[in-house]
């Protein structure tokens, strides 16, 4: 199989997650103790969050670009950024990654395209809900992008950094997220995308009549099946 490089710590509670639907999916697969052999490149979320706030991706850009090449020298042959946040800088590594990404977004906007949803509901930090990299790409695959009002979105994005990109899971603000999606609901999208690495811990397919489509495992299973392809 193609070797896996992952650029991780973003945070580590869903780096950790990833790994262990990595490993889990691929026992799954071949059994006895067999698991995938993988390179982490773990970065320190605090220099990315300076960067988010600031909308500076050239800055998140150079710092993912490193990562690559660290990946690169570590014999790793494609990269998968595990966070969306991040991806907002994508276009901006895509010609320069020294190898191939598997993308977040083609990863989700594959599975939405399976099950036809046309018109869904995005939760995930400010940076992902209002950048608009998500948007950008359903559009261009016909799905139309609705994302909570103002007040919402920055408490959704206090709720990220501050609880669970700690591993805290608060039943105040699964009920706040909850009443997010029922508002969306009612404007008649027919699906929810959690577009946040963490967003899987706080909100459960329970919690609301809609399907839900959890960017990680959608995103760790593509990984998956891009790995053992042709091997």
Known sequence: MKRIGLIGGLSPASTAHYYEILCEEYNRLFGDLNFPEMTIQSL??????????TNDWDGVAAILLDALHRLQSADAD????????????????????PIAILTIMDATSAALRREHRHKIALLGTRATMEYGFFQKHFQSQHIET??????????LDRIIWKELSHGLVKP??????????????????????????????????????LPLYDTTRIHAEAILKYALDDA
């Open 172 to 209: 105040e603000s699964r009920i706040a997220a909850i009443a997010m999606i029922r508002n969306l609901a009612s404007q008649g999208v027919e699906a929810v995308v959690l577009g946040c690495t963490e967003l899987c811990l706080l909100i459960k397919p329970e919690d609301t009549h």
């Open 146 to 155: 609705l994302v909570p009002n103002e007040p919402e979105r920055q408490k």
């Open 44 to 53: 320190n979320l605090q220099h990315l969050i300076r960067l988010f706030d």
């Open 78 to 97: 494609f990269a998968a950024i595990l966070a969306n946040t991040p991806h907002n800088a994508y276009e901006l590594i895509r010609d320069k990654s």
